[in-house]
T-cell receptor
Framework: DGGITQSPKYLFRKEGQNVTLSCEQN?????MYWYRQDPGQGLRLIYY???????QKGDIAEGYSVSREKKESFPLTVTSAQKNPTAFYLC????????????FGSGTRLTVV | GENVEQHPSTLSVQEGDSAVIKCTYS??????FPWYKQELGKGPQLIID?????GEKKDQRIAVTLNKTAKHFSLHITETQPEDSAVYFC????????????FGKGTHLIIQP
């Protein structure tokens, strides 16, 4: 079955470390997105990509970086510059134009220890 | 750009009663309006959507209505059950969809036994 897979489900980061969250989809979707969700809060857009080797900053891109070397993959790196990285991270994908909505992954919960 | 407002932020209803969640949007060119359900610790799942050429859509106990003139759309859940307890997000997208979906801030629906 086609879907979108995020890994790991739980991730712990030490102060000053960079960590990378994985997002892979086999839906043949062109567009991919990363969102951050804090407890009791809505979805805030970090980065999105509509085509391989191109991506755009969202509303809260500072302290994060992404790459889109393959259509199926859109990894997110949380850098040491992100001062408050503890959150639930969601990856999504869609056809170009998103006229059928998004398919979301199951999320990665990142905790700073 | 598009702006989506969602109300209420929390809704508590008795099991068996109906629940209504309302969203307004700002861009009259928006033409696709999905609703997502997010259970605790999981990614959002698409539960129903509506396009701008339709006024109402129903799927068993859930329905969505769209008023283009007033620029608002609503989610209706009838005969609520405990498994309906979740956070619900509305979203909207404008024609070309270059920037993806704009989400409301979510409604925490609580079904009281």
């Amino acid at each position: 079955d086609g879907g979108i897979t995020q890994s790991p489900k739980y991730l712990f980061r030490k102060e000053g470390q960079n960590v990378t969250l994985s997002c892979e989809q086999n839906l043949n979707h062109d567009a991919m997105y990363w969102y951050r969700q804090d407890p009791g809060q809505g979805l805030r857009l970090i980065y999105y990509s509509q085509i391989v080797n191109d991506f755009q900053k969202g509303d809260i891109a500072e302290g994060y970086s992404v790459s889109r070397e393959k259509k199926e993959s859109f990894p997110l790196t949380v850098t040491s510059a992100q001062k408050n990285p503890t959150a639930f991270y969601l990856c999504a994908s869609s056809k170009l134009g998103a006229q059928d909505g998004y398919t979301f992954g199951s999320g990665t919960r990142l905790t700073v220890v | 750009g598009e702006n989506v407002e969602q109300h209420p932020s929390t809704l508590s209803v008795q099991e068996g009663d109906s629940a209504v969640i309302k969203c307004t949007y700002s861009d009259s060119a928006s033409n696709y309006f999905p609703w997502y359900k997010q259970e605790l610790g999981k990614g959002p799942q698409l539960i129903i959507d509506i396009r701008s050429n339709v006024g109402e859509k129903k799927d068993q106990r859930i329905a969505v209505t769209l008023n283009k003139t007033a620029k608002h759309f609503s989610l209706h859940i009838t005969e609520t059950q405990p498994e309906d307890s979740a956070v619900y997000f509305c979203a909207a997208i404008t024609g070309g969809g270059a920037d993806g979906l704009t989400f409301g801030k979510g409604t925490h629906l609580i079904i009281q036994p």
